[in-house]
């Protein structure tokens, strides 16, 4: 079966532009999140998605960040504007029960 | 507060030796405990995973890891690394609600492996 679909895989953007990632989980699966993952730490959950409604957005910094799950499906997240700090490996997962998915993840660099 | 603790950031071992990788988590229920493996450039592979039942749990590529509630511990080992094994390892915890789970990675341990 085909796995997590995300793009690009790569980004390089200067502070205060925007920037989208796009995230295509694995059919049939439910849930679906986006996490960051800042060089030398493990991931850290951003936002969870359970269908199209949202289940978990609570470390997901409002003022910048948004994600939309349309349909249920795809998803995309956005930042606006980018700081610095926001370089990192963003990651998309989606798992049917427990245990998630990843896919290969976008890597964002602002300058 | 959940919390996963990997105490070793960078090991290297020679290859065809053992490995053990350290885990130490924080959760107040029965923790469900994942070991994920990420290659440069690449997203994250499930290497096992421990939901209930028997505390040895074996993986993928020769991986197995013991669950120890007593030490609050989910190490992870390997009889005989391989080149093909150096790459970077994530302990992980699930926090369970509604339908899925909220992963609780530790900072990771990154593995070389000497020739």
């Known amino acids: ?111 | 507060a959940q919390s996963v603790t990997q105490p070793d950031i960078h090991i290297t071992v020679s290859e065809g030796a053992s490995l053990e990788l350290r885990c130490n988590y924080s959760y107040g229920a029965t923790p469900y405990l994942f070991w994920y493996v990420q290659s440069p450039g690449q997203g994250l592979q499930l290497l096992l995973k421990y939901f209930s039942g028997d505390t040895l749990v074996q993986g993928i590529k020769g991986f197995e890891a013991e669950f120890k509630r007593s030490q609050s511990s989910f190490n992870l080992r390997k009889p005989s690394v391989h080149w093909s094994d150096a790459a970077e390892y994530f302990c992980a915890v699930a926090f369970i609600y509604n339908q899925g789970g909220k992963l609780i990675f530790g900072q990771g341990t990154e593995l070389s492996v000497k020739p």
Do not use: M
């Open chain 1, 1 to 111: 079966e085909a796995g997590v679909a995300q793009s690009p895989r790569y980004k390089i953007i200067e502070k205060r532009q925007s920037v989208a990632f796009w995230c295509n989980p694995i059919s049939g699966h439910a849930t679906l999140y986006w996490y960051q993952q800042i060089l030398g730490q493990g991931p850290k959950l951003l936002i969870q998605f359970q269908n199209n409604g949202v289940v978990d957005d609570s470390q997901l910094p409002k003022d910048r960040f948004s994600a939309e799950r349309l349909k249920g499906v795809d998803s995309t997240l956005k930042i606006q504007p980018a700081k610095l700090e926001d370089s990192a490996v963003y990651l998309c997962a989606s798992s049917f029960d427990y245990e998630q998915y990843f896919g290969p993840g976008t890597r964002l660099t602002v300058t």
